[in-house]
């Protein structure tokens, strides 16, 4: 008996599980990349290129799928794009050599559909603030799949090797994709369907002052975590002297902050105009990292007095993102897939050059402050692209004839 394909909105859950997967398939595999350098007899730095490279291509891809599925709609994307990641999942865990893994681990890339669409879904559905109040809930499993991916990861790599890994992540795309099959239906109500119907409207989207405040400020908010992935490991051992155990537990700090900030834009967001969740969010955060500077500055060098700065950061950005996602999809409706995929582009691409930067400028003598600093920065101009925003709405407002 063939199952029917979806011809209705998806439910919540499908969506929720789109993004888990495609965070999850970043880092859950982390635990045996040791183990796969030794395999394939080869340098763990070309085994990092499974990392650095799949960041680098789903950013590329958010450019390109984004665009597709307002020309295409957004069911075909997501499962061609399910498609191409069970392939190339099971190509990784049958993989001969490095190149071969290297190769099939680029193609997994294209997973970051699942979450880029899962927004422009819902931004389909919902008018901007309730999608930023729904999009606070799905972003939640962007914080508990980077806590829970390694573990499991490392269990199955102790039980049955690292390709057990592969061969889970084949399964869990099997079971989306018949999930999407049966739940997921198309939102995309008008797509375009020819390039040339629809590219007379990217410049519209592109010489918007509004769109480029919401995306800077998911930009710099997200630099702000990228950086502290960067830097706190260093500050931990060589300012605090943490243990690995101990350095482990606090970075997952900034992580639950998140997931409370989240949890409190599924709550508030439908309750309050997007840039007011955007500049709270960006006062949280600035808030915490002024008072972390503050404690060291008057001697207070201890663990509490940076990760509980940190934390503030997290919370901030689980109340900022959802409503900047929302608004930066709200400029153009008909572009809400484009206007995410180049939002989503510019976030991954601003927090790769902001790890360097944090990654150079950081020293063993003052690393602590150059952290916070460098994350006071990032937030600080996050919160000036969220007053930005709100300089504009105010500005068409008072021009607006009543």
Not at 30 to 38: K, Q, R, T, W
């Amino acid at each position: 008996m063939m199952i029917s394909a979806a011809d209705s909105p998806p439910r919540m859950f499908t969506l929720v599980l789109l993004t888990g997967l495609s965070v999850l398939s970043l880092n859950m595999f982390l635990p045996s990349l040791s183990n796969i350098a030794e395999e394939f007899h080869t340098d763990y730095a070309l085994v990092a290129l499974s990392i650095a490279g799949y960041l680098g291509i789903t950013a590329v891809l958010q450019l390109i799928m984004g665009p597709l599925s307002d020309l295409l709609g957004r069911r075909p994307v997501l499962l061609v794009g399910l498609v191409i990641f069970i392939l190339a999942s099971l190509g990784c865990a049958l993989a001969a050599n490095i190149w071969g893994f290297l190769f099939f681990r680029m193609l997994q890339g294209v997973i970051i559909s699942g979450w880029v669409l899962s927004l422009a879904v819902i931004r389909d559905m919902v008018p901007a603030q309730e999608a930023a109040s729904q999009i606070g809930y799905v972003t939640m499993a962007m914080a508990v799949a980077p806590m829970l991916g390694p573990v499991l990861g490392g269990v199955l790599d102790e039980l049955f090797g690292w390709r057990a890994s592969f061969l889970a992540f084949f399964g869990f795309g099997v079971v989306v994709l018949g999930l999407c099959w049966v739940d997921l239906g198309e939102t995309n109500r008008v797509p375009s369907g020819t390039l040339m119907k629809q590219s007379p409207s990217y410049p519209s989207l592109f010489r918007s002052r509004r769109f480029w405040g919401y995306a800077l400020c998911m930009a710099f908010s997200t630099g702000a975590f990228y950086s502290f992935l960067a830097g706190a490991p260093l500050v931990a051992e060589t300012v605090l002297a943490l243990p690995p155990a101990t350095l482990g537990f606090y970075l997952g700090t900034i992580t639950a902050g998140f997931l409370l900030g989240s949890f409190l834009s599924g709550r508030y967001a439908k309750r309050y105009p997007l840039t007011t969740m955007m500049i709270s969010g960006r006062i949280v955060a600035c808030s915490g990292l002024i008072g972390g500077l503050l404690l060291f500055l008057t001697g207070f060098v201890n663990a509490i007095s940076l990760f509980g700065a940190t934390v503030f950061v997290g919370v901030g950005n689980g109340l900022t993102m959802p409503s900047s996602s929302a608004g930066a999809m709200s400029v153009r409706p008909e572009l809400a897939g484009s206007a995410s995929g180049l939002a989503g582009a510019l976030t991954v691409g601003g927090g790769a050059v902001l790890t360097s930067i944090t990654g150079v400028i950081l020293t063993e003598e003052n690393g602590a402050y150059q952290l916070l600093g460098m994350m006071l920065f990032c937030s600080l101009m996050a919160l000036v692209a969220a007053l930005y925003v709100l300089r504009i709405d105010r500005g068409e407002h008072r021009t607006t004839p009543t």
